[in-house]
């Protein structure tokens, strides 16, 4: 036997020799691009899209994707048994779970404590009337009134 190929004739589907690809070697050796999962990324931004509805008469706008859960939620409490594995499962995703000795821990630093007294002191300070045209602003009248452990003077 010889390791000479038969020959054949060149043409449609049958390239020359030379130019087949080696065996175990890939046509496409980079391959497709990551990221370039362009139905993802329409379906994503079609999904943000707004749509109008009706409820009780008023007509109200929502995005699909919301309407989506929504729909499939009402179908479930409705009692379409098709309908609600599809809410369980939506309704359980990327869902963090809580216990009682957590949520009550949430807010208990000290840093946590200042950070609440100074979003109140900025909330409190935009109940502050507006100033008459032509008075100067007094910054230092402002700041001793609000005080967080006594509240509005």
């Known amino acids: 036997m010889s390791n000479r190929r038969k020959a054949y004739e060149v043409g449609y589907k049958q390239p020359p020799h030379e130019g087949q690809f080696r065996p175990g070697t890939s046509g496409n050796p980079r391959g497709r691009p990551k990221g370039s999962g362009r139905l993802a990324r329409v ?43 599809i809410a369980l499962k939506l309704l359980e995703r990327d869902e963090p779970e809580r216990t009682e000795s957590s949520q009550e821990e949430i807010f208990d630093s000290p840093a946590d404590h200042l950070s ?36 509005k003077s």
């Open 116 to 151: 609440i007294a100074d979003i109140v002191r900025w909330i409190w300070s935009m109940d502050q009337p507006p100033l008459e045209p032509g008075k100067p602003e007094s910054t230092d009248k402002a700041d001793s009134e609000v005080d967080p452990e006594k509240g």
């Open 43 to 85: 379906a994503r931004k079609e999904a943000a899209r707004r749509i109008a509805y009706i409820e009780d008469g008023v007509r109200k706008e929502i995005r699909i994707d919301d309407a989506i859960v929504r729909r499939a939620l009402i179908s479930a409490a409705k009692g379409d048994y098709r309908a609600i594995p």
